[in-house]
């Protein structure tokens, strides 16, 4: 075949309209359907814009609402507790031995002061200087001194001073009120019945009743029943103490069982 013969080839159209390049067809464009093509593709998209503009709007709105729920959901989670031990902090004490138990509680309930604040009962014209978490004494290099007007100390020496105090002051009161019982309580109940004794000085008799019966549950609502003493002043440091007594502690050998639901 002739050089020319060959272009008229490539050239030809059969009848169906592809266009020939030897045997091989190059592209097919049927005749006629680019005009019409293009036509109905204009009028398609004349709505296009009012389109994307609907869905655009639709997808703000729904992302909007996505979030706004989400947000909703965070606040809950932070407000609502899980447990009443959760919302009154029992369950951020609880956990350790009862020194432990004790040493979180107090922390929490007394809080920390560095200045010494006066702490007299009402009708006393004698100021009675504490500091720390609650303690009219500090420690020093391995010695105790009485808190005074101008005391100061840090974190390290109240803590110390804490622990001094729970051992050698406020076990003793508590083993003299409650006796063996004391044995008997979980580390989480022991740890409420130091935080109670700290705070009066004493084993309220109408804890020692209770806990001589062996009812964590009777325990609990003795706690709670001291909850309106003094005009009510630490009604949730109690409310808190009666939720720590419930909260089972699996190392014990007590008698302490888990709340009822």
Do not use: C
Not at 49 to 55: A, F, G, M, S, V
Not at 88 to 99: E, L, P, Q, S, Y
Not at 134 to 155: H, W
Not at 193 to 207: A, C, D, F, L, Q
């Amino acid at each position: 075949m002739s050089l020319n013969n060959k272009i008229s080839a490539q050239n030809k159209r059969d009848k169906t309209g592809f266009k020939y390049a030897g045997n091989r067809h190059l592209s097919q464009r049927p005749k006629g359907s680019i005009l019409k093509a293009f036509k109905t593709a204009e009028y398609s998209t004349e709505d296009l814009p009012n389109t994307l503009l609907d869905y655009n709007n639709a997808n703000e709105n729904m992302r909007g609402d996505i979030q706004s729920l989400m947000n909703r959901m965070a606040v809950e989670e932070q407000v609502k507790p899980v447990t009443r031990a959760d919302g009154f902090g029992a369950t951020d004490i609880a956990g350790g031995d009862w020194v432990n138990v004790s040493t979180k509680a107090l922390m929490k309930f007394e809080g920390f002061k560095s200045n010494p604040y006066d702490d007299r009962k009402k009708g006393s014209n004698k100021p009675v200087w504490r500091i720390g978490y609650g303690s009219d004494k500090y420690m020093e290099r391995g010695k105790i001194f009485p808190v005074t007007q101008n005391t100061k100390v840090n974190k390290a020496q109240a803590k110390q001073d804490l622990n001094r105090r729970i051992k050698t002051d406020f076990l003793p009161i508590i083993k003299n009120n409650i006796g063996d019982s004391w044995d008997g309580l979980s580390n989480n109940a022991k740890g409420a019945i130091m935080s109670i004794t700290y705070n009066y000085g004493e084993v309220p008799k109408r804890i020692r009743a209770a806990i001589n019966t062996g009812d964590v549950n009777k325990i609990s609502t003795a706690i709670k029943s001291l909850a309106t003493d003094d005009e009510g002043i630490n009604r949730d440091r109690r409310l808190a103490e009666a939720e720590l007594v419930m909260l089972p502690d699996f190392n014990s050998k007590s008698l302490i069982k888990r709340r009822n639901k």
